[in-house]
């Protein structure tokens, strides 16, 4: 049980949370401080906080848990100011979708990332943003990431568990660079490809009629470009290295596919579907099953 978590940025992550947290009991005061008055009169209203406060020391003060859930490059920001409010008592974690960034920002403000500092990130989300898309199950049966550091507090490391599964959520533990380099391969560089496709559908002249006819793929290969496009730029930034790796890999297997398309070689084109779809098929029906097996009328 957590008596008093604090959250810096007050949106769909951060909502969510207290939301799941409360609905479970979990926490007895939830307190919201950020830089948008609007965003915290509207969880107020929504119940999804208890208070809140536009100054940073009064809505920390004796907090248990702080969570930072601002954009990635701006979580940098906000432990420059958290920094000198952190009492050894205080655990604080976050859910930005890249781990290294924080990581080399923590270490430069205090000279290594406090053991106290649990760095997170819940693999559940959605294109939409804000307090208002704040939902309670968001993390029900979805990954949480914990990134922990050879000097992370256990204890610290096994309160931010505790909060995740209170959620529902499943957490598993992952190296800071593993944890970049896979989520660049299955969520950084997806985003940019369907931000991308569709900004060039966009610039066509005939765009009106493209996206008038576009058929349901079109719908969900894209749904991801509705996308923050902030929350995207400061991922972008945040894991270049491996973002640029993914989209190199990825451009010399399009540029294969183009090679067959262009000679005609069917074979190399069905190959490259076939291999796709049975991966696909094999990945997320088995999840689907599993799910099936939990609960059968889902
Ligand atoms: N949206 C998603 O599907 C997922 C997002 N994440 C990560 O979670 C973090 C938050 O994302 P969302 O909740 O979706 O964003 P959001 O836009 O819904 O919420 C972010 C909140 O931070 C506040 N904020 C912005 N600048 C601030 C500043 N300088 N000081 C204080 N507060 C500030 C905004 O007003 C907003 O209330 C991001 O780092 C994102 O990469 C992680 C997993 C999934
Ligand atoms: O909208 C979707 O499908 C997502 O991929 C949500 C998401 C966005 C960012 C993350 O770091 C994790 C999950």
Known sequence: MINKLTIIGLGLMGGSLAKALKAQQAVSEVVATGR??????????????????????????????VVIATPTLIAEKIMLELAPLMTPNMIVTDVASVKGNIERAAEKIFGEVPSNFVLGHPIAGSEQSGVD????????????????????????????????????????????????????????????????????????????????????????????????????????????????????????????????????????IFATFDRAKRARDEHFLGQYLARQKKSPSS
């Open 36 to 65: 948008r008055v609007e965003s915290l009169e509207r969880g107020l209203q929504l119940g999804v906080i208890d208070s809140y406060s536009l100054d940073m020391a009064e809505a920390v003060a004796d907090a248990d848990v």
């Open 133 to 268: 898309a704040a939902t309670v199950d968001l993390f029900l049966d979805h990954r949480v990431i914990l990134t922990p550091l050879e000097n992370t507090s256990g204890a610290a490391l096994s309160l931010i568990q505790s909060m995740w599964e209170a959620c529902g959520a499943e957490v598993v533990r992952m190296d800071v660079a593993e944890h970049d380099a896979v989520l660049a391969a299955t969520s950084h560089l997806p985003h940019v490809l369907a931000y991308t496709l569709v900004d060039a559908l966009a610039q066509n002249g005939a765009a009106a009629d493209i996206f008038r006819f576009a058929a349901g793929g079109f719908r969900d290969f894209t749904r991801i470009a509705s996308s923050d496009p902030t929350m995207w730029h400061d991922i972008a930034l945040a894991n270049q290295a491996a973002i640029l790796n993914g989209i190199d890999g990825f451009s010399a297997h399009l540029n294969k596919v183009r090679a067959a398309i262009a000679s005609g070689d069917g074979d190399a």
